[in-house]
């Protein structure tokens, strides 16, 4: 792709004027071997031809991965004698930066096909891979090991990636890491994370690079797939059933998306028309969201080639199904040698100005842009680009940057930046990759996989053995809640009298999960009406309801006890099965495998296991869902466990119709308790929020520990919603570790009717 940064492009037009003769100008292939590998030229043996050194798989050149044949017909940098160019073994990042753990083999260095198994002391447990491969791209295989133990923080955690140092070793709220690479590796991901109240650390885990380092096509896909999903849902507009009909609901703002690709050494018509077609694949894979992008496409060397003009969309001068053919329809002819990554920034930023001049800087707010560039990085005119990234900020952040995160906009800009080329020059390229969340920086060796790389980003459809995975938006978006709680159901029961409205959640496929007091004697899968707004027609069919063996609200009646709600729990069967989607997919719970992988539990793991890490605090905070207009909203709680159980469960007794002294009588074991005021003011459940489910959230996945039951008061009035606790009011959920046996009894049970979920053995 690009040059050399010390090349010029006047100095070739030079070259042609002084010289006349060519070959006075041509480098010789003398000392150019390379032991163990070969090379290419990219223009023979003229001036501005690049030297590509090639080794075998698991090898990379060393000292130079690439050499230029400069002006004067020599190549730099020059052959040293001293030290002869050969392919060397790729090495990975040294893992011995794991705390609390021994890795064996010890070694000083590792090179590919090294094999490193991992093990915890005593009294710590290992999440992540126990054992990983040096990987020929320069990564261990599998993900991060971590030896953690129970701390009570708030966050787990995060572990010491492979070749990094870590800063900071306390995980509660607020508390943030900083990471640095070690030796002259360089840092990709985020150097700092923060321990949200959510449990969750912000950003992704950074790893630890060597120029020799690169991504795979599977890793691109994956992770580019999952952050540019991200980008393309929170505008994505929804089919909503009206009356019979369904309508398309768009949402405020505007997406532009802005794609460069360097062409600066595409003398080869083949690398063009894989760049061309790698653009082309994109922006199919962008037309199946249902979000209708306004596009910038340029090619760039030291010109920039307008190829789609965005302020074509802005007068509606251009047909959406125009795009492929103008991108299809587009050549360029003689191009120079130049590149002026910082002209395509440039022309980005005025592009981004002229609009927000046309529409305003009311409407400019609700524009989102997305920028991707492919490119080496070796620009070699016009500049470095990072001043008129910072211009680019500034435009889009409206110079709120440092403001409290509810009001940053941040989320409004994201630059991904593909660094692709035989030499790379990270460390120029990769401060300007932008944006929040996923990684936006990726480094690829060459252009040719780049078409099935994009083509293979996975449809969310495709992903469904993921119980509980959902996004996080900020907002309060009706569809975006449904991405956030993707599990949620509403249920209402309507029989004689007045219908009884609770919540339910999705826990496979055809399985609704709620509480058995949903349902009264007499009451008949017609009279059962579930909805799921998954947005291809709400409303369930059900096939049959099943309720714990051992619920028996009358059981303890003559014992102090007018209403006993142990066991308190159902299953709702649906007749058909829910098409999973980014707006319903199952939530994870206890005790099955899905959950131990959800939890990245290595190996086999128990129910103990599970417990103790998603229950193991004396306060842990959990949440459960309320109505709150036509969405919902989430109640915060702390269950009170161990030595704080007694004190909470003992205001059952102050509940109507309880007139036994013992609150064990009333709240037995398989109930979690929370409410009240001390240490923090617990939000407390209103009526309809009865059978929903009682979840935590794990490294961006969901898992039901419990259901809501019963509380002590009502404190909601007929409005409900988010609703706080008075100091002595509690609420009682089932805890789903306690009710296993029913759970494995109907949804393990093999049947040809639907698909199991699968238990765990203990
Ligand atoms: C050729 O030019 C390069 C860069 O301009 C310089 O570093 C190098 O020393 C020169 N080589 C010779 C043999 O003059
Ligand atoms: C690690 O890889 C190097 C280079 O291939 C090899 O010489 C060495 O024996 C390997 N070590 C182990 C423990 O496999
Ligand atoms: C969406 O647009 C409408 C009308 O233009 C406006 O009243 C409303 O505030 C906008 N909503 C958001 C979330 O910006
Ligand atoms: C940002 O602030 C500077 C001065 O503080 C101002 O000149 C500039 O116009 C502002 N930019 C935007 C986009 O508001
Ligand atoms: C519920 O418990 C009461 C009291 O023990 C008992 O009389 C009744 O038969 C039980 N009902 C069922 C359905 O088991
Ligand atoms: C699932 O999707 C298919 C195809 O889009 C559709 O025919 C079917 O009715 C859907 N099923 C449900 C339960 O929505």
């Known amino acids: 792709m690009g040059f050399s940064i010390h090349w010029s492009w006047l100095a070739a037009l030079s070259c042609l004027l002084c010289m006349g003769d060519e070959v006075w100008c041509d480098c010789t292939e003398e000392r150019m071997q390379i ?76 090179f590919v096909d090294n094999e490193t198994t991992y093990e915890c002391y005593s009294g710590y447990r290992l999440r992540g891979s126990s054992r990983r491969v040096c990987l020929p791209n320069g ?64 950003g992704k885990e950074p790893a630890c690079y060597y120029k020799h380092t690169y991504d795979t096509p599977l890793e691109v896909s994956q992770e580019f797939g999952s952050a540019i999903k991200g980008s393309l849902t929170t505008l994505e507009s929804i089919d909503d059933t009206q009356e019979g009909r369904t309508i398309r ?71 959406r199904n125009a795009i492929l053919t103008q991108l299809k329809n587009f050549k360029v002819g003689e191009r120079n040698t130049g590149t002026d990554l910082n002209g395509v920034f440039m022309t980005f930023l005025e592009r981004m100005a002229i609009i927000k001049q046309r529409v305003g800087a009311e409407l400019f707010k609700e524009h989102r842009h997305v920028l991707i560039f492919f490119t080496d990085g070796a620009y070699n005119m016009g500049g470095s680009p990072a001043p008129t990234v910072e211009q680019i900020k500034n435009t889009v952040y409206m110079n709120q940057t440092g403001v409290p995160a509810a009001q940053s906009r941040e989320e409004y800009l994201d630059i991904y930046i593909f660094a692709i080329g035989a030499e790379v020059f990270d460390s120029d390229l990769q401060p300007l990759a932008t944006g929040i969340g996923d990684r936006h920086y990726y480094k690829m060796k060459d252009i040719t996989n780049l078409q099935e790389t994009f083509d293979d980003i996975i449809d969310e459809e495709e992903v469904t053995g993921l119980c509980g995975l959902h996004k996080e938006y900020e907002t309060t978006r009706k569809e975006s809640t449904r991405q956030r709680y993707p599990w949620w159901a509403s249920i209402t029961v309507k ?41 291809q027609g709400k409303e369930k069919k059900v096939k049959r309801f099943i309720l714990h063996p051992e619920y028996n609200i009358t059981a303890k009646r003559n014992k102090g006890v007018k209403e006993f709600y142990d066991y308190d729990v159902a299953l709702i069967q649906l007749e058909e099965a829910v098409n999973i989607s980014s707006v319903a997919r199952p939530i994870c719970i206890p005790c099955t495998q899905e959950t131990s992988d959800a939890l990245q539990l290595v190996g086999e793991s128990t129910c103990k296991e599970q417990e103790d890490i998603l229950l193991k605090d004396h306060l842990e905070r959990l949440s459960f869902l309320t109505k709150k207009g036509t969405t919902v909203a989430e109640k915060d709680v702390h269950a009170k466990i161990g030595d704080n159980r007694d004190a909470c469960i003992k205001h059952a007794l ?32 209103c009526k309809g929020d009865s059978g929903g489910a009682v979840f935590k959230n794990y490294e961006h996945r969901t898992i039901q520990v419990a259901l809501v039951s019963w509380g002590t008061k009502d404190l909601c009035g007929s409005g409900g919603g988010l609703v706080e606790s008075d100091q002595t009011s509690r609420d009682f959920h089932i805890n789903l570790f306690r009710v296993v046996p029913f759970l494995k009894s109907i949804l393990g049970h093999d049947t040809p009717d639907y698909a199991p979920l699968t238990f765990l053995k203990s």
């Open 35 to 110: 032991v163990g590998g070969d090379y290419i030229l990219t223009k023979q043996l003229k001036i501005g031809s690049m030297l590509v050194y090639q080794c075998p798989e698991g090898y990379y050149p060393y000292p130079h991965l690439t050499r230029l044949c400069e002006l004067n017909s020599s190549w730099n940098p020059a052959p040293k004698r001293f030290l002869p160019q050969r392919c060397k073994r790729v090495e990975c990042p040294d893992p011995n930066v794991m705390e609390y753990g021994n890795i064996s083999p010890p070694q000083e260095k590792y």
């Open 139 to 202: 990564k261990w295989s599998g993900s991060t090991p971590i030896c953690s133990r129970g701390s009570g923080d708030t966050c787990a955690d995060p572990g010491i990636p492979p070749g990094a140092t870590r800063t900071g070793s306390i995980f509660g709220i607020d508390d943030k890491v900083t990471y640095s690479c070690n030796g002259n590796l360089f840092l990709v991901g985020s150097s700092e994370r923060v321990c949200q109240e959510n449990g969750q650390w912000t």
């Open 249 to 319: 609901i768009s949402k405020n703002g505007t997406l532009n998306i802005y794609i460069a690709m360097d062409i600066s050494a595409s003398i080869e018509e083949q690398h063009f028309n894989d760049a061309r077609n790698a653009v082309t694949k994109l922006i199919e894979k962008i037309s199946s969201f249902s979000v209708t992008p306004n596009y910038e496409i340029v090619f760039f060397s030291s010109e920039v080639f307008e190829v789609v003009r965005i302020l074509d969309f802005l007068d509606q001068k251009i047909e």
């Open 495 to 535: 029989n004689e009298g007045l219908p009884r409205d609770c919540f339910g959640s999705l826990v496979t496929p055809k399985f609704v999960l709620t509480a058995a007091h949903c349902f009264t004697f007499g009451d008949l899968p017609e009279h059962v009406k579930v909805v799921i707004d998954d947005g």
């Open 654 to 685: 102050g509940a109507q119709g309880i007139s036994t002294k013992d609150p064990k009588e009333v709240v037995t074991d398989n109930f979690l308790c929370t409410g009240g005021q001390d240490p923090t003011r617990d939000h407390i459940s």
